[in-house]
């Protein structure tokens, strides 16, 4: 089963982690760690979805894959 993919990165503007998922526009989180950040989008993303359901909007379907580079 796919799901969408969430990027997680540390921002010196927000003095944290950012969490966001590129397919589900302006889905994003913050936390003071990795694992908070991961944990606050998966309820963005859940608050997100019910959202797009009741307003009977289309939700995207998981497409976002980051760039891979081949290890030498």
Known sequence: MKDHHINIFW???DGGYIADIPDLEACSAFGASPSEALAEVERAK???LEAARAEG?????PTYRPARHAIS
């Open 11 to 13: 921002s010196d503007e």
């Open 46 to 48: 859940s608050a997100w």
């Open 57 to 61: 909007k289309p939700i995207p379907e």
